[in-house]
C-alpha cells in the first residue's frame, strides 16, 4: 500500500493503472481537501485502500468514464460501479466500514449540523484555496 496519498499523477493520454482488485482506490490529488478528507476518514477506521492520483488540470480519459464529474475524490471497489462526491463516500464509507468508531452521527439532527460545519469550512477552505493560488 505504501504512504496513504503517494502515487504518480495520472493526466490525459495515461493508461488505466491497475486498480486494487482486493479493496478500495481513491482516485484522489495530492492537495484537494475534499479528497483529504476522505482518506481521513479511511485511516481513522483503518480501512486499507490505494490511492491514484488524478491530474485535475489534463484529466486521463479512463476517469471520466469512471466520473463523468472529473472531480476527486472518487473510490472504486472490486465488483461496484465508482462512487464520488466527498459527503456522500463519508456518509457511505463510515456505513460500509463501521469497525471501532463511527465518524457520521446517526441522529439525523446532528449528522445536518454536521454538514452545515462541513459546508462553512469548506468555504473558508475555498477563499484560503484561492487567495495561495493567487500567489503562485
Not at 502515487?7 to 486494487?20: D, R
Not at 459527503?87 to 454536521?114: C, H, I, M, N, T
Request: proline content about 8%; aromatic content about 8%; hydrophobic content about 40%.
Amino acid at each position: 500500500m505504501g504512504v496513504p496519498g503517494e502515487s504518480k499523477q495520472f493526466k490525459a493520454g495515461s493508461t488505466l493503472p491497475k486498480l486494487n482488485d482486493k479493496g478500495l482506490t481513491v482516485f484522489s490529488m495530492r492537495f484537494c481537501p475534499y479528497a483529504e478528507r476522505v482518506r481521513l476518514l479511511l485511516n481513522v477506521k483503518h480501512v486499507p485502500y490505494e490511492v491514484v492520483n488524478i491530474d485535475l488540470k489534463s484529466k486521463p480519459e479512463w476517469f471520466l468514464e469512471r466520473n463523468p464529474l472529473g472531480k476527486v475524490p472518487a473510490i472504486e471497489e472490486p465488483g461496484k460501479k465508482p462512487l464520488f462526491e466527498s459527503l456522500v463516500l463519508a456518509e457511505y464509507l463510515d456505513e460500509q466500514y463501521p469497525g471501532s468508531r463511527q465518524v457520521v452521527p446517526k441522529d439525523a439532527y446532528e449528522k445536518a449540523r454536521q454538514k452545515v460545519l462541513i459546508e462553512v469550512l469548506a468555504q473558508k477552505v475555498r477563499k484560503i484555496t484561492a487567495r495561495v493560488a493567487e500567489l503562485f
